[in-house]
């Protein structure tokens, strides 16, 4: 793992952002997301985290990473796979990951965009949730969330970590999990300055708006 990065981006017209988050190298849905993106044309691909994990497709899954130039940050299952690898320091897939930033800042068309895993300011644990079991928003969470948010100076947070899928304005920050391609079956396009947002469902399965452990757990 590296220290966090800034990136800024000086894109000129209005930019579309692919978004694609907690893939847990599971190839398939990677791959039709990114194809997705390139039907859609967009100037942007961001991963909020969470390449490895549960499966065992990892080195095809980077490999589209960086065939896509997708601008991705370490998740907490990325860090556990470093720490566990430790002798295969020498292959790709280490050294992407370990290589890999813990947070991404944009500015895009007047818009400044912060993008962490799990919650700012470079958490990989705890992570952002506003949906319950079912999908549906949680107004103390999101009081809960604006509260915690007021500080960061950002217009745009981007997330992964919960399995929670929702693109919703949080006080003065737009917050949004594009969930995972493996679990929730989604993916998302942003697009600046306009603030809006499309989920794609991925695999030909119904999005799962919440799944397992994006559970409700209140934040104390």
Known sequence: MVAARSIYSGLTMSAKIGLLSDVHASHAPVAEALSIFKSEQVDLIICPGDIAGYFDEIKPVIDLLIENNCQTIIGNHDQAYI???????????????????????????????????????????????????????????KQYWQQKLTDLQYDVLIVGHTHQVFAEQVGDVFVINPGSTQFNHTCMILTLPEMSVRTFALQGKEPVKSWNWGKFIHNQ
């Not at 566990?84 to 895009?108: A, G, K, V």
């Open 83 to 141: 720490e566990t690898h430790t002798e295969e320091t020498h292959t790709e897939e280490y050294n992407f990951l370990n290589n890999l930033p813990e947070t991404l800042e944009y500015e895009i068309e007047g818009k400044r965009v912060y993008v962490v895993h799990a919650q700012p300011p470079a958490e990989q644990h705890g992570g952002i949730k506003l949906l319950d079991v079912d999908g549906e928003l949680i107004m103390q969470q």
